[in-house]
């Protein structure tokens, strides 16, 4: 009997991350989560996790020059035919854009993969508010560019800061459904550029990395605090699932929820986020635990990583259509990192069906 949904199955070894889901914990290169979120630029992370699998990786000063120079280099993409992919939902005309870019496996098609999303969320958003887009500036950093690509403006520190740790709270995450699909194109040899585009349409699907956005319109729906438990009670008994609850592999909380909690805070300290939003969205996720162990005994569904992105990401300015863009741009260098494991430690990916289906009738 096939597993369904592969549960428990072991398809790759890896020195990348470990999800540990009974005890809620995440490592990433032998740090825990909260030794890098918060701690750590996204530079840094894109260092540690590509650590070993190019032979020319420069230090991390040169990485983040080098990153700086990939985003310039991709902008050209969004100048020749950026106007007419904006109409196209964000993660759409992002994922067309990046089908533009060379494969192959060097350091220099990774970097400028790395560096797609970066440019060309903020760009597809401004083009699609009749507003142009903004070149990169590669002497800033990768999230503050980012921001200021955004919004025209240099971010403050904190909001920089707010980006890096989110970027780094979702660099890399065990063999999720992205990551799988990354690694079995990476391991045809198809090039980097065709597992990172795997990863991408594996995420945008709302079990996955399209969650936030739901989250947000769950959100608005709601409308007050008050109205929390009614509301989810019967959307769960309409046989709904509640955006930002739940995870395959964690039979607890999501560490990167409280990471995500914990970078809030900070910007909340510095006036970046609407404390009545936090309030509100803390409300929610207590009616959501009632609900759910409620209507869902012996589950052990918890908060995930999508229930407080929402809050920083629209603390940031981004779109809510946006949202999975941004956990793409975080996602990549982890997709890069997995593809070239696969290719020189790994073997092409070919598992096994078993057959269902009506024999001939000659066999029967
Ligand atoms: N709300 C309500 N019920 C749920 C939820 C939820 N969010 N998640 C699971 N369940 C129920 C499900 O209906 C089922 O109940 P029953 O046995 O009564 O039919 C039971 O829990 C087990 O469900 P499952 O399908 O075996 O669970 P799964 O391991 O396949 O689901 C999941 C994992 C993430 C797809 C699911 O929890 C879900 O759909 N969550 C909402 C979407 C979401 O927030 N996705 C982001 C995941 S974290 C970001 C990432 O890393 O991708």
């Not at 890096?164 to 660099?171: Q, S, T």
């Not at 009632?290 to 940031?316: C, H, I």
Request: proline share 5%.
């Amino acid at each position: 009997m096939a597993k369904s949904g592969l549960d428990d199955v072991v398809a790759a070894e890896t020195v990348l991350s470990h999800v540990d889901g009974e005890g809620g914990h995440l490592i990433i290169r032998g740090f825990a989560l909260d030794e890098l979120a918060g701690h750590v630029a996204t530079e840094q992370a894109i260092a540690l996790l590509l650590h070993g699998f190019f032979p020319d990786l420069p230090d991390r000063g040169t990485l983040a020059a080098a990153l700086g120079a990939a985003r310039v280099a991709v902008f050209a993409e969004v100048e020749t035919s950026g106007a007419g992919l904006a109409q196209l939902d964000p993660i759409e005309s992002v994922r067309a854009l990046m089908a533009r870019l060379d494969d192959g496996d060097d350091l220099d098609v990774a970097l400028k993969l790395i560096a797609a999303p970066a440019v060309f969320t903020p760009a597809m958003l401004r083009l699609r508010k009749g507003l142009a887009p903004i070149a990169p500036d590669a002497a800033l950093s990768h999230a503050a560019d980012t921001l200021r690509m955004l919004t025209g403006d240099t971010p403050s520190k904190e909001r920089a800061a707010a980006l890096d740790a989110y970027l780094v709270i979702v660099c890399d995450h065990g063999l999720n459904a992205s990551t799988f699909a990354a690694r079995v194109v990476a391991s045809t040899q198809a090039g980097l550029a065709s597992a990172v585009l795997a990863g991408l349409s594996a995420l945008k699907g709302p079990l996955h990395g399209g969650a936030p956005g739901p989250v947000l319109d769950m959100f608005d729906d709601i409308g007050a605090p008050e109205n929390a438990e009614r509301w989810l009670d019967d959307a769960v008994m309409r046989g709904e699932r509640l955006m930002g609850f739940g995870h395959r592999v964690y039979r607890v909380r999501d560490p990167r929820a409280d990471a995500l909690k914990s970078a809030l805070r900070k910007l909340a300290a510095s006036g970046g986020v609407d404390d009545a939003r936090v309030a509100f969205a803390e409300a929610v996720e207590k009616a959501a635990l009632t609900v759910l162990r409620r209507r869902k005994p012996g589950r052990s569904l918890d908060v995930n990583v999508d229930f407080y992105t929402v809050l920083l990401l629209e603390a940031l300015g981004f779109s809510r259509d946006a949202f999975t863009c941004v956990f793409a741009m975080g996602r990549v260098p982890g997709w890069i990192a997995h593809a070239r494991e696969q290719v020189l430690e790994g073997r092409l990916m070919r598992p096994q069906s078993r057959y269902v289906g009506p024999m001939p009738k000659q066999a029967a």
